[in-house]
């Protein structure tokens, strides 16, 4: 199909749409995501989160809330993109994840109107839509670091978590010419060790990756309260306010809300939108 025949998204309203990815799994993706959605929420913005694990989408397992609907009833065309969404805590909003994603590119005109529509109509109950992407970096995590206008990626002090991420930037920069990412490391016990893993990173690729720029946004800490708040499926950030993760998480929030994307002005939803249904095959 061709750019020109697709239905384009028109005007814009300034929504971030900021993809979380990891490239190993395990390192905290799904918690620090909801965690920072809650963050940003408790600042006054207007969240929608995107569950777009699709193997192991668990969002509503976090928040102990349960969910039948899955963007794949939206595809099947019996639902709406809102009868889909779970109302979370502080007005946050989740879509949960469906293994029909990538059949978004395959999907007729008038669908392609209608996801476009039903967007659209959220433009101004949203501030951001935050992607929480699955592990490792297979098509799918490609696809929705495409689509978002920003890109953040977790890491931990582990060897196998740095080469994973290295090796997502590293595909996402050489394939597809995206080179600005956020990076935060999780599950840290200072800011020393998160500088290091961050100069690291950097390091591994200024060598080998010229045009990448990486942007140290934040770090968490290790923190007991976060598997405690796993395990009673309540979100750290609301069971344990003075935790050291959750006062990290704000900051992190904090520190992506004054951020100003490079080419914000054309990009956002429309920019997401226009990407979603538009978007060129990939070869992984
Ligand atoms: N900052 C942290 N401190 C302690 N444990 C953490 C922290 N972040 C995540 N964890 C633990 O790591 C595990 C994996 O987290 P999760 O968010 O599910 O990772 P992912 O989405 O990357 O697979 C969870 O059991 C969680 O409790
Ligand atoms: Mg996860």
Redesign the pocket.
Request: charged share 20%; no cysteine; aromatic share 4%.
């Given at each position: 199909m061709s750019d020109s025949k697709a239905p384009m998204a028109n005007e814009d309203r300034p929504v971030r749409v900021l993809a979380v990815s990891?490239g190993?799994?395990?390192?905290?993706?799904?918690?620090?995501?909801l965690g920072l959605a809650l963050a940003l929420a408790s600042q006054g913005k207007k969240v929608l989160l995107w569950d777009a694990?699709l193997g192991?989408a668990?969002t509503d397992v976090?928040l102990g809330l349960r969910t039948k609907l899955t963007i794949h009833d939206w595809l099947k065309g019996k639902k709406t993109l809102r009868d889909i969404v779970i109302q979370g805590p502080l007005g946050v909003q989740i879509l949960p994840a469906a293994s029909g994603i990538l059949e978004l590119g395959e999907i007729s005109e008038s669908e392609k109107k209608r996801l476009i529509t039903e967007f659209e109509s959220w433009r101004d109950e949203l501030d951001f839509l935050l992607i929480?992407t699955a592990?490792g970096i297979g098509p799918n995590v490609i696809f929705f670091n495409l689509v978002a206008q920003e890109r953040l990626v977790?890491v931990t002090n582990e060897p196998t978590s740095l080469t994973d991420a290295y090796a997502l930037i590293k595909s996402l920069s050489t394939k597809h010419d995206q080179n600005q990412f956020y990076v935060v490391p999780?599950?840290v016990k200072s800011f020393k060790e998160a500088k290091d893993i961050f100069q690291l990173l950097s390091n591994v690729s200024g060598s080998y990756l010229n045009k990448v720029s990486l942007d140290l946004a934040g770090w968490?800490?290790?923190?007991?309260?976060?598997?405690a708040?796993?395990r009673s499926q309540k979100p750290f950030f609301l069971k344990d306010p003075n935790c050291a993760?959750t006062k990290n998480i704000s900051l992190l929030a904090t520190y992506l809300a004054q951020k100003t994307p490079p080419g914000f002005g054309g990009g956002g939803l429309v920019l997401f939108l226009n990407r979603l249904v538009n978007r060129p095959r990939l070869v992984d």
């Open positions: 990891s190993k799994g395990g390192v905290g993706k799904s918690n620090i995501t694990d192991l668990n976090l929480d592990a977790i999780n599950m968490i800490p290790y923190d007991e309260a976060v598997p708040a796993v993760a």
